[in-house]
């Protein structure tokens, strides 16, 4: 069985184009295979719950075919919050 290690989480504002500004909450993960972020969102009391991980050196979005495309669209920005945390 894998050992998790849940580590500090943070939170970061950013504005998503055409919805406004979201506070998206990250939980850090340490697992055999790699550090994890799970990602939560709040749209409207509809959560979404998503994970990025390390692929090459960039993070990026894993199970790309259960999240929104508004948040497919922040990739990027969601990645730059892990960077600068």
């Known amino acids: 069985m894998a050992t998790l290690y849940l ?6 504002k950013i504005l998503v184009p ?6 998206f909450h ?3 993960i340490h697992t055999v ?3 994890q972020y799970f990602i ?3 749209n409207n009391r509809v959560y979404h719950r998503f ?3 390390q692929k090459e050196g960039l993070w990026v979005l894993v199970d790309t075919e259960k999240i929104p495309d508004w948040i497919l669209q922040l990739e990027v920005e969601l990645a ?5 945390h």
Do not use: C, E, H
């Open 51 to 53: 994970r990025m991980q």
């Open 33 to 35: 295979s790699g550090t």
């Open 7 to 12: 580590m500090p989480s943070f939170s970061r």
């Open 40 to 42: 939560l969102v709040n």
């Open 26 to 28: 990250y939980d850090r």
């Open 80 to 84: 730059n919050a892990i960077l600068r």
């Open 18 to 23: 055409d919805k406004g500004v979201f506070d």
